[in-house]
């Protein structure tokens, strides 16, 4: 699977099935995020080789640490990222 579009990351990454298809992703979009660093952590360190990502961040109440815990994340755990778009509503 090259490319993959979550509509909502609530419960995504609970079904194994799900896990092994995004392993070799390239391409992410992650349209509606309302959950907890921990789901995007464990979403994004299964994907390694991605190149482009898009998180749409939905929560209007997100802690300003949780921002700087993704941009760790990013940089640390995703080598052959190119191209990074984040969207805040």
Do not use: C, R, W
Not at 57 to 84: A, Q
Request: aromatic share 8%; net charge negative.
């Amino acid at each position: 699977m090259a490319s993959l579009k979550i509509e909502n990351l609530f419960g995504y990454v609970e079904n194994p099935v799900t896990i092994d298809s995004i392993l070799n992703l390239k391409h992410l979009i992650i349209k509606e995020v309302d959950s907890s660093y921990q789901q995007i952590e464990m979403i994004l360190k299964l994907t390694k080789n991605l190149t482009n990502l898009t998180i749409n961040m939905t929560s209007v109440e997100i802690d300003i640490d949780i921002f700087l815990k993704l941009e760790d994340l990013i940089t640390s755990s995703l080598p052959y990222l190119k191209t990074f778009k984040f969207i805040f509503q």
